[in-house]
Each structure stands twice: as structure tokens, then as C-alpha cells.
């Protein structure tokens, strides 16, 4: 006699439980059921990721997920949850890719980069004060919000709750200083 395969949110809650115990095994069946799916949803929320890129987003998804666990309420659809943490992963590249984009515009191929992907002392130093530069030219209170949403990567409400303004001050003070970066590129 066949036995009828799982039902994914019997094996999910499975799954879940055996992480919430440290099992980290665990991951790899769920990784298994979803990964394609998350991979999908990267690309077709951000194209520019390429395969490769997605690929390694979907594996910090799965890694969130597990720093995440607390948070995580089996009532929830597993599926649901890892999207919503794939989209927050892609929005935090894009912020990335602009920041490092609208930089490297204005103060050369150096910016973007090289900081993080040089073993160069000098040329580490030197993009960094680029960035700086940058970043100097914005008054206080746009230079605030575009540090901590794009470049900490902080949500909109958590910069919010940090500055102590509403999340619509955020999103203008950001729109101000990307029409400034951008105005000056």
C-alpha cells in the first residue's frame, strides 16, 4: 500500500518544531519545498539579482527565517512568511544597489564597491570618505533616514520609532534626499 505524501503544513509545523529545537537539519526539507519558490519570487521581484544573486538572497531568507523562529506562528502559512521575508530581502538590495549606483555616479567607480570587495587598505579608506562626502551634502535630517534605511537597512517603521517621526516623514525626508543625491550626480 502507498502511503500519501505529507501535508505540507503538518511537515512545515514538523519541520519548525525540529528547528525551534536546534535541529538545523531540519532547514534542508524546508529548503527543499520552498527554495525554488523564494528563488522565483527574488527574480521576478528584482530582476537585476540575476540567478546567482537570488540564490544567495534565498539562502539569507532561510537563514532569517531561523533568526526568526520567535516570531513565527505556526497558524501562519510557512510559505507566506519566507515571502515576506524574501520581499524585505529584496528591498534591502535594491536600497543597496541605489545607494551604491547614485554614488558611484557622483564620486566614480570607486564608491561602488569597493569598500567591500578590495583588500586595499588605501582604496578602502578612500571610498569610504567618498561616501562620507556624499553623504555630508544632505542636511541632518535626510542624511539620518538614508543611513539607517539604506544603508543599515532598517525598515521604515523601525527608523521611524528611532527618530521619532511618523513613517510618512520618513518616506519624504528619503524621497528629499534622493532627488538631492540624484540632482547633484
Request: some cysteine; aromatic content about 4%.
Amino acid at each position: 500500500m502507498v502511503k500519501p505524501p505529507a501535508h505540507h503544513e503538518d511537515s512545515d509545523a514538523n519541520a519548525v518544531a525540529r528547528l525551534v529545537q536546534g535541529d538545523l537539519a531540519a532547514l534542508g526539507p524546508l529548503y527543499e519545498r520552498y527554495g525554488g519558490d523564494v528563488r522565483s519570487l527574488l527574480l521576478r521581484t528584482e530582476p537585476r539579482l540575476g540567478r546567482e544573486g537570488a540564490e544567495d538572497l534565498c539562502q539569507e531568507v532561510f537563514l532569517t527565517f531561523v533568526d526568526t523562529l520567535g516570531r513565527y506562528r505556526h497558524e501562519d502559512k510557512l510559505r507566506s512568511w519566507l515571502y515576506g521575508i524574501a520581499v524585505r530581502k529584496a528591498r534591502s538590495w535594491r536600497r543597496g544597489r541605489w545607494i551604491r549606483v547614485v554614488l558611484g555616479q557622483k564620486h566614480g567607480a570607486a564608491v561602488s564597491g569597493v569598500s567591500i570587495t578590495t583588500d586595499r587598505t588605501e582604496e578602502r579608506i578612500a571610498a569610504k570618505h567618498r561616501i562620507e562626502a556624499a553623504l555630508q551634502q544632505l542636511p541632518d535630517t535626510q542624511r539620518e533616514v538614508v543611513v539607517l534605511r539604506m544603508i543599515e537597512g532598517l525598515s521604515g517603521e523601525e527608523t521611524a520609532r528611532i527618530l521619532g517621526i511618523s513613517e510618512n516623514a520618513v518616506g519624504t525626508r528619503l524621497h528629499r534626499a534622493r532627488t538631492q543625491l540624484e540632482a547633484t550626480t
